[in-house]
């Protein structure tokens, strides 16, 4: 059974950055790709980043700039750097991981919280 660890995330001012991080454990499988999503309060679950085995990365327009995902292949984990909050970014954040012949496994979220 594949797990999923997230760490990081906060209360932090608008402005101010933050990082995640999420390990995953349970599977001697590779992984392909590795993402977080977010979901704010009354608001679908959207994409915020996904990266790519081979390193190549996506970003929702709205974080472009801001935001950084990078990952550790060796350690399982993924990473989201974020700079120059707002709130509008507040949302639970959660991690993506899609292991091969095995499915898709999802975090179970940490709260990022964003004061103006």
């Known amino acids: 059974q594949v797990q999923l660890v997230e760490s990081g995330g906060g209360l932090v001012q608008a402005g101010g950055s933050l990082g995640l991080s999420c390990a995953a454990s349970?599977?001697?499988?590779?992984?392909?790709?590795m993402g977080w999503y977010r979901q704010a309060p009354g608001k679908q679950r959207e994409l915020v980043a996904t990266?790519?085995?081979?390193?190549?990365?996506n970003y929702a327009d709205s974080v472009k700039g801001r935001f950084a995902i990078s990952r550790d292949n060796a350690r399982n984990t993924v990473y989201l750097q974020m700079n120059s909050l707002k709130p509008e970014d507040t949302a639970i954040y959660f991690c993506?991981?899609?292991?091969?012949?095995?499915?898709?496994?999802w975090g179970q979220g940490t709260q990022v919280t964003v004061s103006s």
């Open positions: 990266i790519t085995r081979g390193g190549i990365t």
């Open positions: 993506n991981v899609a292991v091969p012949c095995k499915g898709i496994y």
């Open positions: 349970g599977t001697r499988s590779s992984i392909s790709t």
